[in-house]
């Protein structure tokens, strides 16, 4: 454990202040200390509710000759501070009171251990009950004792104090009061921790000043950090003609050049002007059968040309679109349909008795029109422009997304949102009238939108790419060469497929953009190193927001952090890191990331319930302005630039210790023997433990070979609570029909893959030890081969496993052995080395009532 500090102080005018303040009010200099070390994690972790350990003497003036007693006496128990909510009002002076009362309430606990304190909290077994340790450096002195002394002062030598927190605040008291951070290097960085003594700081002076207040007035982020992290990150704003609706913006190219190809897909391939013909037909179709303004129309057809036709002509009139992916359950098809109220069904020829069977599963009253591509075509129909042109706030689509109730949910995205996505890439990546871009996602997928209806907006052609391409590394590295195309946007598995494969001459594709999930940075420096010709753009959007908001331009130095950043906000949206009362976070701090701006989204189809929690009223924006917040925990660098951490659903903590598994997964993809890999948390007989999902590189012969090397290569770099308990090698990772990773179909771990080949015990000591371990560790048997640590034990496990162990053989057992010497076989060998010494009985009574304790962590 390598230690850092950080130190500051307030000038002995603010020190002069705060003392006077206290004693006015009847509080302390330590207590409003503590205030501001709980707004800090207030600030720093978003939660309104914190736990932080604090130091107490243990020598109480009351007791008779407590000042003349040589000896440690100090504990450390846990403050819980809670803030008041938005809707409760409180002032500074009353929760400053209120936190006094607080620690006197705790005098009374104050020699109480804190497995004790743990065995009575409501937090889960295993948990700490805080990550920070706060000290006040005051020790209470008897007054008859300073009667007697001219001075007395207690000063720090060194000033550093080491515990075995992540964190430690120090405060030392004087004119001017000393602030203090001692921080565990593993966890925090120097400019992390400089970031957050600043805000421990401004803090506590922010309660000076605003003593006499609210709290809902406190200025918990400084005004210049506010401007910087609302105005100075969001410069998006860029003039589009959204005042236009798409169909006047492709009219506009057909008229410009009408023979150019707009879209091809193998061997087919229609001009503008064919294509404008094919939609415009469709458009009067829709119109003469009722379909109007911010109706959605369902379209049920493969990838190809005839399905951008019946997109554009929906549009045509009026209308929105809803895209079927014929690949789909038919149950959840119907289901969409039925959900979505579209009046009207737009299937080719291909999928007519689908289409008809779809509608029939419906009620007789709720069966939308059923109209076929190509009968359309064949008619009468007319092939002039329709004339009838959407406004901004008109319906463009609705895509349905999976819910986390299980229920697919529609998302609906406006005109205005939808036009600005794909304008906004114009001039990011130069696209122009020569590109040639890659249609190769399910239309049910939102990147699909893009890559359907970009090209046709600045007369560049979209290639729509065959699923038995697209899906195919081989296959599509031949296809983007033979079909010149200039962009490819494909989701990070895919993209590790294409780095498998020799590399390919690809002179025509300039830009390649990932998407759908978080890209690994190892990922993405294979691809720079394969490719640098090629632009790496990491591209973050939610369906609910129009697709992409966030763009960042990747190079080298970027693919060195754990997490890849995804940028900054893309022209006309703005994204703010905010807690869970939507509050702004600081620099530095993990925040859930909300999107305001043109591309927000209208919520989800007839789904109030749904949309109300996720699609707020902006807290900084003008009146009426919406915000949506995603889900998604991210970081803001002091550039601005933003990087992706996680869900907000799947925060990790294992064994007390909140765990980013980016990083995890970064170590991982390091090792030139990993190719792919994902990091969970899982259920285990002890808790919650990691699993490490793997695809090799190649073929391995031994894998147990291959996981104790996997295993020496993350222990070499990260703590011991970080390296999974389970290395699971699969052949490859399993995927949804979107191309993402499919959580539910990863199998579940193997707890003897942790296992060594089972070895019997041979002496009786190594039977008792295995014993032991099999009904600590809940494994079915233990060999005397198998590794304690690699199994899932840890440290308060060892200490169960000693106090057995010396109930048992009735002999003393080092603690230290059990690290030392970790498998049954070592440790029975190193017992018997060390003689018959027999336990203490009064030693092992107090070990007996110690684990008593442990056990109830």
Request: charged content about 20%.
């Amino acid at each position: 454990m390598v230690v850092g500090d950080c130190y500051t102080r307030l000038d002995e005018r603010d020190g002069a202040r705060l003392r006077e303040l206290a004693q006015q009010h009847q509080l302390t200099v330590n207590t409003f200390a503590q205030a501001a070390w709980a707004l800090t994690l207030r600030r720093m972790s978003g939660d309104r509710d914190v736990v932080f350990g604090v130091t107490v003497a243990g020598r109480p003036v009351e007791l008779p000759q407590m000042q003349r007693t040589v000896g440690l006496f100090i504990n450390t128990i846990a403050l819980r501070v809670g803030m008041p909510g938005d809707d409760q009002r409180c002032s500074v002076r009353q929760w400053l009171s209120q936190l006094l009362d607080s620690n006197m309430q705790l005098r009374e606990y104050e020699y109480l251990p804190l497995v004790t304190i743990q065995e009575n909290s409501e937090l889960p077994k295993g948990q700490p009950l805080f990550d920070s340790l706060f000290v006040f450096e005051n020790a209470p002195v008897e007054v008859s004792v300073l009667d007697r002394a001219q001075s007395l002062n207690a000063t720090s030598d060194s000033g550093r104090t080491h515990t075995n927190y992540p964190l430690t605040a120090v405060c030392y008291p004087g004119d001017d009061l000393g602030l203090h951070l001692s921080y565990d290097q593993r966890y925090f960085d120097e400019s992390t921790v400089q970031n957050m003594l600043g805000e421990f700081k401004r803090l506590l002076l922010a309660l000076i000043e605003g003593f006499h207040g609210d709290m809902s007035e406190l200025a918990l982020v400084s005004e210049q950090e506010r401007t910087f992290l609302i105005e100075g990150c969001n410069q998006s704003e860029h003039a589009y003609p959204l005042d236009k609706s798409y169909v006047e913006l492709f009219e506009a190219q057909v008229a410009a050049h009408p023979q150019r190809i707009a879209v091809s897909c193998l061997d087919r391939q229609l001009s503008y002007a064919e294509l404008n013909i094919a939609s415009n037909r469709l458009g009067h179709a829709l119109i003469e059968a009722g379909v109007s303004f911010d109706q959605p129309v369902a379209l049920l057809a493969e990838r190809g040309v005839e399905l951008l036709g019946m997109i554009i002509g929906s549009f045509k009139a009026g209308g929105g679109y809803l895209p079927l992916d014929p690949a789909l359950p038919d149950s959840r098809l119907s289901g969409i349909i039925g959900q979505s109220g579209t009046p009207l069904l737009v299937c080719s020829a291909q999928y007519l008795e689908q289409g008809r069977a779809l509608l029939e599963a419906l009620p007789e009253s709720a069966r939308p029109q059923l109209l076929v591509w190509e009968t359309v075509q064949q008619s009468e129909s007319a092939q002039h422009n329709p004339g009838r042109y959407s406004a901004p706030d008109n319906l463009a689509y609705v895509i349905f997304t999976s819910g986390s109730t299980g229920l697919p949910k529609g998302v609906m995205v406006e005109q205005r949102g939808m036009l600005n996505n794909q304008l906004s890439k114009v001039p990011y990546l130069s696209l122009s009238e020569r590109d040639v871009i890659a249609q190769t996602a399910s239309q049910s997928f939102d990147i699909s939108v893009w890559q359907f209806l970009a090209a046709p907006l600045f007369g560049a052609r979209v290639d729509i790419v065959p699923n038995d391409i697209a899906r195919d590394p081989q296959a599509l590295l031949a296809h983007v060469q033979a079909q010149h195309i200039s962009v490819l946007e494909s989701v990070p598995s895919l993209i590790t497929g294409l780095l498998a494969e020799q590399q390919a001459t690809l002179d025509s594709l300039r830009w390649m953009l990932p998407t759908g999930e978080a890209m690994p940075p190892e990922l993405a420096s294979q691809w720079l190193q394969r490719y640098p010709q090629i632009g790496l753009v990491n591209a973050y959007g939610p369906a609910e927001c129009s697709d992409d908001v966030a763009f960042f331009r990747v190079d080298a130095a970027s693919t060195r952090s754990a997490y890849l950043p995804i940028g900054s906000p893309t022209d006309n949206n703005r994204l703010y890191l905010l807690d869970d009362a939507l509050d702004l976070v600081p620099l530095g701090a993990v925040g859930e990331l909300c999107v305001a701006g043109a591309g927000v989204g209208r919520g989800y189809v007839a789904d109030p319930s749904r949309s109300v929690p996720v699609f707020v009223p902006h807290p900084f924006g003008a009146p009426g302005e919406r915000l949506y917040r995603t889900g998604d925990l991210a970081r803001r660098r002091k550039d601005g630039v933003l990087e992706y951490v996680g869900r907000v659903d799947h925060q990790v903590k294992i064994r007390g210790y909140r765990i980013e598994l980016g990083e995890i997964e970064t170590r991982l993809l390091e090792h030139s023997a990993i190719r792919e890999t994902v990091v969970l948390d899982v259920d285990g007989p002890l808790g919650k433990v990691l699993a490490a999902y793997l695809v090799p590189s190649a073929a391995t012969q031994d894998p147990d070979a291959l996981r104790d090397e996997l295993k020496n290569h993350l222990k070499a770099s990260l703590p011991d609570y970080m390296v999974p308990a389970h290395l699971v090698l699969l052949e490859a990772m399993p995927l949804t029909p979107n191309g993402k990773l499919d959580r539910k179909a990863l199998p579940a771990p193997d707890v003897s893959q942790a296992q060594q080949e089972y070895l019997a015990p041979q002496t009786e000591m190594e039977q008792q030890l295995a014993t032991i371990w099999a009904d600590v560790l809940k494994v079915e048997r233990v060999g005397i081969t198998d590794n304690f640590f690699e199994l899932g034990g840890h440290s308060l496990l060892a200490t169960q496993v000693v106090t057995r162990a010396q109930k048992l053989l009735q002999r003393n057992v080092p603690l230290r052995a059990m690290f030392e010497f970790n498998t049954v076989q070592a440790l029975a060998e190193h017992l018997q080395s060390l003689g018959g010494a027999q336990v203490d009985e009064q030693k092992f009574d107090r070990l007996a009532d110690l684990m008593a304790e442990l056990e109830g962590l």
